[in-house]
């Protein structure tokens, strides 16, 4: 006979899986950067020539993207789409968006509703921000025991936020940076965000 599961420990597995996803995203992520970190800093033309063919670089704003096993690597960030394919959701960042300076050694809290994107806002700002943490908002329904933040709150939330297929915004709600839009666009709007407040475009 099959065990009752209960809904909260349902959630608790749910909760624990997109956990281990989002670590394993990010390892992948690192080692991809580390992977090509060592793969230019060894100086070897013969290595250089034995590249695989595949690889692309674009000089965009003075720095070098190369792409790699799908990811975008450009020093030490990483991103899952290239300067071109961001380039025109670059206009949907509204001027009032906080840089990176703002999240300087200050505690960061996340609330997203697309893994992907989280993963990338974690592997872009982990070395910025004093530490960053998952949260719940005000008014939506989260599993396990994510603190609640708001925009009105002190601490720093980025909201990456799910919206009908017409919306489509990037914009500072107080202490709130929202990435707000359709399912499809989460990611690369999530690029267009990071290429803003980090000063690539």
Known sequence: MRRFVSKQER?????????????????????????????????N?????????????????????????GLW????????HGPYDVNSYLGLVEPEIKGAIDYEGKPLYIYSEEGNAEVELKANLGNIAEKIENSCVEGAECSGELPIKSCSGGENLIIVRKSDSVTRRIY???????????????LVMTDAFLFRILGIA
């Open 45 to 69: 033309e013969e290595s250089n020539n034995n590249q695989d063919s595949s690889e692309e670089t674009i000089n965009y704003n003075g720095l070098e993207f190369v792409e790699s096993s």
């Open 11 to 43: 959630d608790r597995k749910l909760k624990r899986n997109q956990i281990v996803m989002g670590f394993g995203l990010v390892i992948v992520m690192f080692l991809s950067v580390l992977g090509y970190a060592f793969q230019t800093g060894s100086g």
């Open 172 to 186: 500072q709600d107080n202490n709130c940076a929202i990435v707000e839009g359709p399912a499809s666009d989460m």
């Open 73 to 80: 690597i450009a020093e030490q960030f990483i991103f899952s």
